[in-house]
């Protein structure tokens, strides 16, 4: 999610200090409420309410989780959910960042334990037909609610979108479930309620893993790319069984009805999409799976890659990069991934930064989020807009949608003035 490369080239440009967090630590615990009052994630601009539930199949860590997007029915009653669901995932922040836990989880949760995901929680699904789907993963240190802003946009626009948490620890915090010691089982398990198996599962977290001293950074992040792709695939293949109107067991205790998500999906036109890993994770997945029919990578962090699956990639890519994030090695090595014959596009955001893509944006004031890298010089709505309505191009393009999203196929060549076609990077041509 933050700044994700340690090598030593990256280092240098991207890498926050220790210092730098517990400075800016400082910095949020002075501003005081002042700076959340007319701060918030923006809903999604189409023709859709957007619903979200969670969805956890099978309790230990092998299990696909995610959080599910989607065209749903107005519900003004209904709540929203909060955008940090359990204070341990502040904890997991506050180990991402090196910063002390115990205040780190007063302080973020004074200035961010109030904001709501735009989208209706357990919501009726509603939608006059059948979605195209798309699955979304996050960056290193996130977790499955920080890129609500752009998934609630892509269900508002009419997709299914699940946005998984993966389990190979580069999230800052996950959880699953253990099965209780037969002694401090309920009796209720004798019944077969989904109730009764809660009471006899407890909640187990999973905390990031940094690099350890003098740890060679490649064959841990080359392993969890693959661990990363293959939970796309899986939480993929379980939305095929639930709209092929297959039972479900979701251990999570939500009170969205499933079943009504038979027939609702178009499995023909599959997307997968990511930010920084994830947009290595996106590049993984398509090499894995061909039922995803294209990809878009935002900022994508390159490194965790095996230069032998360039060629193996066959579907159609849009690199979507910030103006701050990129340096050459990085750039190089997408451009491995230009073909004559498949569409691979590039852009850039001007006056973006890395974390122009989280919703942390979003909710953070003007010199805060400058201080922590949270915000670059562009208005970072009008950042989030550019890179939605150019995904939503691209996505009706190679998934073949009869939509009016081509009205913003000038985005993805990248003519707009707060765009750059291609990259701001200098490369070298021995780079290349």
């Known amino acids: 999610m933050w ?50 539930t969670d969805f956890m199949m099978d309790h230990t860590a092998e299990g696909t989780f995610f959080r599910l997007y989607y065209p749903c029915q107005e519900m003004e009653s209904a709540g929203k959910p909060d955008w940090v669901p359990y204070k341990e995932y502040f904890n997991g922040l506050a180990d991402f960042m090196k910063m002390n836990r115990a205040l780190s989880e007063r302080i973020f949760n004074y200035l961010f334990g109030s904001f709501k995901i735009p989208a209706y929680l357990d919501a009726p699904f509603k939608s006059n037909e059948k979605c195209p789907v798309i699955i979304f993963s996050h960056g290193l240190g996130a977790f499955r609610t920080l890129y609500s802003a752009i998934c609630a946009e892509m269900a508002s626009q ?5 946005s998984v948490e993966h389990r190979d620890q580069s999230a800052s915090a996950t959880y699953y479930f253990c099965e209780k010691p037969e002694s401090e089982r309920s009796n209720a398990s004798l019944t077969k309620s989904s109730g009764a198996t809660q009471q006899n599962l407890v909640k187990e977290w999973m905390y990031y893993r940094a690099l350890q001293h003098g740890e060679s950074e490649f064959p841990l992040r080359n392993k969890q790319v693959k661990q990363r792709a293959d939970e796309c695939i899986l939480a993929l293949d379980k939305l095929t069984e639930i709209n092929s109107g297959i039972s479900v067991q979701n251990v999570l205790e939500t009170h969205f009805d499933w079943s009504t998500l038979k027939n609702s999906m178009d499995l023909c036109r599959i997307a997968v999409m990511g930010h920084s890993f994830g947009g290595a994770t996106v590049i993984e997945a398509l090499c894995k799976e061909v039922k995803f029919k294209c990809g878009v990578a935002l900022d994508s962090w390159m490194t965790p890659l095996d230069d032998e699956i360039f060629p193996r990639v066959k579907q159609p890519i849009f690199f979507i990069n910030s103006e701050k994030f990129q340096w050459a090695g990085n750039i190089s090595r997408m451009k491995k991934l230009d073909s004559a014959v498949i569409q691979r596009k590039m852009i850039t955001i001007r006056g973006t930064v890395h974390q122009s893509f989280p919703d942390f944006t979003f909710l953070t004031s003007n010199w805060i989020g400058k201080l922590m890298k949270l915000k670059g ?31 913003w196929d000038p985005l993805i060549n990248g003519e707009d ?16």
């Open 3 to 52: 700044d994700d490369p340690t090598d030593s080239t990256a280092r240098r440009e991207c890498t926050v200090k220790t210092t730098d967090h517990r400075r800016s630590a400082l910095s949020f615990f002075t501003m005081g409420s002042s700076c959340s009052n007319h701060l918030g994630i923006p809903p999604g601009n189409g023709p859709n309410a957007v619903g979200c």
């Open 417 to 432: 003035e707060n765009l750059i076609p291609g990259t701001n990077v200098n490369l070298l041509q021995s780079a290349i």
């Open 377 to 407: 010089e562009i208005d970072p709505e009008l950042a989030i807009d550019l890179c939605n309505k150019a995904t939503l191009a691209f996505l009706q393009r190679h998934l073949g949608l009869e939509k009016n999203f081509n009205q």
């Open 158 to 162: 009419g997709f299914i979108v699940a």
